[in-house]
């Protein structure tokens, strides 16, 4: 490993892990919230609230797919070094995937889970420029108290992609993440508008 590629990671490892862990979880566990990670470190080609939640929860023992852009000798050394997570080529062996809105039109291949452990499919990291300047949609589910208008910038073709792959409780999981901030949007939750 070639040592000039190592950038910084988190200031304080422990408490910041923590950190990005307690705001992941609590994006999931209110979708659509922006939720936001101050301390996060930067990385060239990552926004520091994606390498946040990459610092935070990969490791040795959760494989990792990265999309094309984000396969980069900086970025696979980085994440190699800070996270130790197994960087691997093939979907389907992904516990999670780093993604740009452009790799967001065909989610196949990725591990959906299975009826008896629905817990073990794909988590989707999602980089985006920003959180708020999509169209707005109705946002509905556990987490939600009636319904969230949520904006994100995302293609139409990811609305439909997981629509057509719907089959709770197995299902993708997604962090978006944007410069210090993330919004999560858990399988269990449910589009009010018809897309198609």
Same mark, same amino acid.
């Given at each position: 490993?070639?040592?000039?590629?190592?950038?910084? @990671?988190?200031? *304080?490892?422990?408490?910041?892990?923590?950190?990005?862990?307690?705001?992941?979880?609590?994006?999931?566990? #209110?979708?659509?919230?922006?939720?936001?990670?101050?301390?996060?470190?930067?990385? #060239?080609?990552? /926004?520091?609230?994606?390498?946040?939640?990459? !610092?935070?929860?990969?490791?040795? $023992?959760? =494989?990792?797919?990265?999309?094309?852009?984000? *396969?980069? =000798?900086?970025?696979?050394?980085?994440?190699?070094?800070?996270?130790?997570?197994?960087?691997?080529?093939?979907?389907?062996? @992904? /516990?999670?995937? !780093?993604?740009?809105?452009?790799?967001?039109?065909?989610? +196949?291949?990725? $591990?959906?889970?299975? $009826?008896?452990?629905?817990?073990?499919?794909?988590?989707?990291?999602?980089?985006?420029? *920003?959180? #708020?300047? +999509?169209?707005?949609?109705?946002?509905?589910?556990?987490?939600?108290?009636?319904?969230?208008?949520?904006?994100?910038?995302?293609?139409?073709?990811?609305?439909?992609?997981?629509?057509?792959?719907?089959?709770?409780?197995?299902? !993708?999981?997604? !962090?978006? @993440? /944007?410069?210090?901030?993330?919004? +999560?949007?858990?399988?269990?939750?449910?589009?009010?508008?018809?897309?198609?």
């Amino acid at each position: 490993m070639n040592a000039q590629r190592l950038q910084p @990671a988190f200031v *304080d490892p422990v408490l910041d892990a923590q950190r990005g862990f307690r705001g992941a979880l609590k994006a999931l566990a #209110e979708p659509g919230l922006i939720q936001s990670l101050p301390a996060a470190p930067s990385l #060239e080609g990552l /926004a520091p609230a994606t390498y946040a939640l990459c !610092l935070a929860l990969l490791d040795v $023992d959760t =494989p990792l797919w990265l999309a094309p852009a984000f *396969d980069t =000798p900086l970025i696979r050394a980085n994440l190699a070094f800070h996270c130790g997570c197994p960087l691997i080529t093939r979907r389907e062996e @992904a /516990a999670f995937a !780093l993604l740009g809105e452009q790799d967001l039109s065909d989610l +196949g291949g990725f $591990d959906h889970g299975n $009826d008896r452990y629905p817990d073990q499919s794909c988590t989707l990291l999602v980089q985006l420029p *920003d959180l #708020e300047s +999509g169209d707005g949609l109705n946002w509905r589910g556990p987490g939600i108290e009636t319904v969230r208008r949520v904006s994100l910038p995302l293609p139409r073709g990811f609305w439909l992609e997981r629509q057509r792959r719907e089959a709770f409780p197995r299902g !993708l999981d997604v !962090l978006f @993440a /944007a410069a210090h901030q993330l919004i +999560g949007l858990p399988r269990s939750t449910r589009i009010v508008e018809e897309l198609a």
